[in-house]
């Protein structure tokens, strides 16, 4: 009787031992088992990643980001720190005298971007500029084109002139733009003109 007591508890010893031994060693680490590991950066996939990762990017994935080390950068979208007197969207020099507005838009659409401010006279600044949204300088010609109104009087840059405009930052998740301008522009009879410099348009809405 005491043998098989004994040997009851040597049996039993045994079968702890074995299956601590196997809790304790766990499976192989997954790229579906739910768990940050092996070097991942999200749950189960790569922030960013790329084909030499041995899981997925998350973003294709779909699976949320854990951002608390890895911040996804956003796009500095004023990056020459410009900026305009009363911290208005838009500011340029009108034959060498300050205009600033008092209200300013932009507008997208499949053609182009559309930038247009008004200042406390009335007078009026619109830039046109057609293409892809991207950023670089563009000048004002083959459809891009600049205006200044005053009044009844326009000049445009489609009547003479010339100039461009600077596209510096671009945020597509808040839909601001950042950018400069200048340009020369005519009235309709060629006769006189506007000089438009030190042109500015701030995290303006499109």
């Known amino acids: 009787m005491k043998y098989f007591s004994n040997h009851t508890s040597l049996i ?7 299956v601590t031994l196997f809790s304790s060693c766990g499976s192989d680490p997954t790229c579906t088992d739910g768990i940050q590991n ?33 911040q996804i950068e956003t796009p500095d979208v004023n990056p020459n720190n410009l900026s305009c007197t009363g911290n208005a969207n838009m500011c340029a020099l009108v034959n060498q005298t300050d205009w600033i507005s008092t209200s300013a838009t932009g507008n997208t659409d499949l053609a182009g971007l559309t930038i247009s401010g008004v200042s406390s006279n009335g007078s009026t600044i619109s830039l046109n500029y057609i293409g892809s949204l991207e950023t670089g300088t563009f000048d004002f010609d083959l459809g891009n084109s600049a205006d200044y109104g005053i009044g009844a009087n326009v000049f445009s840059t489609d009547f003479a002139g010339n100039g461009s405009i600077t596209i510096d930052g671009i945020d597509t998740t808040n839909k601001v733009i950042t950018g400069t301008f200048q340009f020369i522009a005519y009235d309709l009879e060629v006769v006189d003109s506007v000089v438009i410099s030190d042109g500015k348009f701030i995290n303006l809405e499109y």
């Open 12 to 18: 039993f010893s045994v079968i702890v031992a074995v």
């Open 38 to 70: 092996q070097g991942e950066t999200g749950i189960d996939c790569f922030v960013n990643g790329t084909i030499n990762d041995p899981c997925p990017p998350c973003e294709l994935v779909g699976i949320p980001i854990d951002t608390s080390d890895n």
